[in-house]
């Protein structure tokens, strides 16, 4: 469980969806739940059911009673569904798309495994001529940790923010271009009256005398 308490926060104790079938195999096998799932997840677990179990399993006749009986021990997780549905459907409704509340399933359904592989970070147990086994995370839950994986190397959004900030203080600043100064007003009058004051100093050209 390593693997999923790492990429998709699963912590102890781990809530484990148990099924009908999986229910009715446990009691035949007379494996004890509440024993064998912390050996088999290497931490303490909380076996579920929901009422759409045990009511499928109650309409299934005495062959089943036990397994019904056994459910009645689990913690019960609320499901809104009245009347009640087939108990996969339950479940799967329950995981929902993302697996938001980190629910193990037990289930000897294939094609509800099959479903719930496709929802990264879903484990899955079921039992095989008497032993119980967790898959391997599926494709799809590789998938999403490489991911996860890849998005940590990552820069956040305020360290974004951060560099940014830092790339625009180590910017040279930009060079104003100087502007022409213009002419002082006065300093052109002052020019201009001393050309006009020369010109009137100019001494008068002598007139020839006669003969």
């Known amino acids: 469980m390593a693997v999923y308490a790492n990429s998709f926060g699963f912590r102890e104790p781990y809530q484990v969806l148990i099924d009908g079938n999986f229910a009715q195999v446990s009691a035949l096998v007379k494996h004890d739940l509440f024993h064998l799932l912390p050996k088999l997840l290497v931490g303490t677990a909380k076996p579920m059911s929901t009422a759409c179990v045990y009511a499928e399993l109650s309409s299934l006749g005495p062959d089943f009673s036990e397994a019904a009986s056994n459910c009645l021990d689990f913690e019960k997780r609320r499901c809104p569904h009245r009347p009640h549905i087939e108990a996969a459907k339950c479940i799967r409704e329950i995981v929902g798309e993302t697996n938001q509340f980190n629910y193990a399933v037990a289930t000897q359904d294939t094609a509800l495994r099959a479903q719930l592989r496709k929802i990264p970070g879903t484990p899955l147990i079921?039992?095989?001529?008497?032993?119980?086994?967790?898959?391997?995370?599926?494709?799809?839950?590789?998938?999403?940790?490489?991911?996860?994986?890849?998005?940590?190397?990552?820069?956040?959004?305020?360290?974004?923010?951060?560099?940014?900030?830092?790339?625009?203080?180590?910017?040279?600043?930009?060079?104003?271009?100087k502007k022409v100064k213009q002419p002082n007003p006065l300093s052109c009058k002052k020019k201009k009256s001393e050309v006009e004051a020369k010109k009137k100093k100019k001494p008068k050209k002598k007139k020839k005398e006669d003969g």
């Open 126 to 177: 079921y039992i095989n001529k008497g032993v119980m086994i967790l898959e391997p995370p599926s494709a799809e839950t590789l998938q999403k940790i490489k991911e996860i994986e890849l998005a940590k190397t990552r820069p956040q959004s305020f360290e974004v923010s951060i560099l940014k900030k830092d790339v625009g203080q180590t910017e040279e600043p930009v060079k104003r271009k």
